[in-house]
Structures are given as C-alpha cells and as structure tokens.
C-alpha cells in the first residue's frame, strides 16, 4: 500500500490527532470549549476541525497549490491573529500534523519502508507553514492597520473639539 492510500485510509484518526494537539495550546478551559462539536455553540472549533480537514485533503492531492491553501489558512490565521498568538505559535499547528501523522502511522512506516514517501508529505507540511506565517503576517499588519486608523480617528475627533473649545472662549 502506498503512503498516500494509507493517509487516506487513517484520516480520521489523523485529523482527530492533529485537531488534539492544535487544542492543546489553548488554555484548558479554552481548549474543552474548543472540542465541543457543534458548529452553533462553538464556531471556532467548528471552522478549526473544517479548515484542517481541507487542508489535509489538499496534501493528499499531490502538492500544496497555494490558491487553494490560502482560504483554509487565512481562516486560521485571522482566528490566531487576534488572540495575539507569536508567530511561531500561531503556525506551530501546521507543524503538529507531522507528529500526527507519525502517530498514527509509526508501524506502517517502519513495515512497508514508507519513511521516504513520508519525507515528501513532510516538505509539503513545511510548504503549508512557509504560507501560513506569510497569511498570518498579512492579519497582523491588518490588525495593527486598523487600530492606527482608530487612533488617527480619535486624535482627529479630540483636536476637533479643543478647537471648537478653545474657539468658543475666544469669542
């Protein structure tokens, strides 16, 4: 059997093995809201196990095409981005799907000599990582974008009323 038939085969395992760790760096209790699975009372979680599950698919067809990867992963990222995750952490997930594929395939691997195969799932994982921290750096920048806007805003609004303060006491 083929590494990819074998992924294939154990998705679910796998998803639910990554889908554990991404939860793990959450705080306890954020991360036993998180497992809930129901996408009216917990949104997050429902869009987090969403985007893996595609992003997993997506490494099963043969490549990483950055189009496609970039919705899921923009998702994920604006999701981090604003719970002020460092970057390292905010892309550390795409890094946990190695070890739940490891896993969950460790006799496979060491049976079938499917290490090498794993290796290029492996370069496609870090393909993944390379393009998340490049979506999450565009959330922040929008982030940081937006809360100067704000504050460009609040300046304008205080200077418009000590003008109008101080015009009046000229009067």
């Not at 794993?118 to 974008?145: H, P």
Request: proline share 2%; charged share 30%; glycine share 4%.
């Amino acid at each position: 059997m083929d590494l990819t038939s074998l992924l294939t085969q154990k998705k679910a395992a796998i998803l639910d093995g990554w889908f554990d760790r991404i939860v793990a760096s959450y705080p306890p209790d954020s991360a036993k809201m998180l497992k809930k699975n129901d996408r009216f009372s917990n949104p997050l979680g429902s869009t987090l196990f969403r985007e893996i599950d595609r992003l997993f698919d997506e490494l099963l067809t043969g490549g990483v095409h950055v189009d496609r990867v970039t919705l899921s992963l923009d998702s994920l990222m604006r999701i981090k981005a604003v719970q002020d995750f460092a970057p390292s952490e905010a892309i550390g997930f795409v890094f946990s799907l190695k070890e739940a594929i490891r896993s969950n395939l460790t006799a496979e691997l060491q049976e079938d000599g499917l290490a090498k195969d794993l290796v290029v799932y492996e370069s496609r994982i870090d393909e993944l990582a390379l393009i998340s921290f490049d979506v999450y750096m565009k959330c922040r920048e929008a982030i940081f974008q937006l809360k100067t806007d704000e504050l460009k805003r609040q300046t304008h609004k205080l200077l418009e009323r000590a003008n109008r303060i101080g015009g009046t006491a000229q009067k």
